[in-house]
């Protein structure tokens, strides 16, 4: 049974200046993210962004971390306004909220259960970059939750395809149902 409009939320994860630079052709997922996007404003479904984001010299990144501890050294700017910024093709608009994690899933390091649990949330849309970290992360985090979870498969890439294409068809229809995001009716 498809829950109603008022318990569903699209979110839009780490699609940001600097994690759309790492995509060698970000146009086919920012359209399907527009398309997405468009189905939820258009059904009164909130569009919340999540993005990942530090303080000035990253003082949350633990040198115990291995993934976010290289952070410091590789040059890469997440601890700046213009590298967490939501990437311009998808922008929010005033009504929409952004969340800033400071882990892999969308839930650690950030207010997103409590934005959720307020507005009555239990059915949640995930798309983002990459869908080895953030998607995955976030999948299984809410999986445990007991939120109902939909994955728009062309909303959301990787670095590698093969990985891509692995959690999309065999490992995430484990835990939650697995579209495009023209195929998903609300």
Not at 151 to 158: E, I, N
Request: charged content about 25%; proline content about 4%; overall charge neutral.
């Amino acid at each position: 049974m498809e829950p109603n409009n008022q318990n569903t939320a699209l979110l839009v994860m780490d699609v940001q200046e600097a994690t759309v630079k790492m995509l060698t052709d970000s146009k086919p997922l920012t359209n399907s993210i527009n398309t997405a996007i468009q189905t939820a404003r258009s059904n009164n479904i909130p569009v919340i962004y999540v993005v990942i984001g530090f303080r000035k010299g990253y003082p949350e990144a633990s040198p115990e971390n291995k993934m976010f501890s290289t952070l410091k050294t590789s040059g890469r700017d997440f601890d700046n306004e213009e590298a967490t910024r939501v990437h311009s093709s998808v922008a929010p608009q005033t009504s929409d909220l952004i969340v800033t994690k400071k882990r892999v899933s969308a839930f650690t390091g950030s207010d997103l259960e409590v934005v959720l649990r307020s507005k009555g949330i239990k059915h949640i849309v995930l798309s983002g970059i990459a869908t080895s970290g953030v998607v995955l992360s976030t999948l299984r985090e809410a999986s445990d939750k007991d939120y109902r979870i939909t994955v728009l498969a062309d909303c959301c890439a990787d670095m590698d395809e093969e990985v891509h294409r692995v959690l999309t068809t065999k490992i995430f229809p484990r835990q939650a149902d697995v579209i495009k995001a023209v195929d998903w009716k609300v």
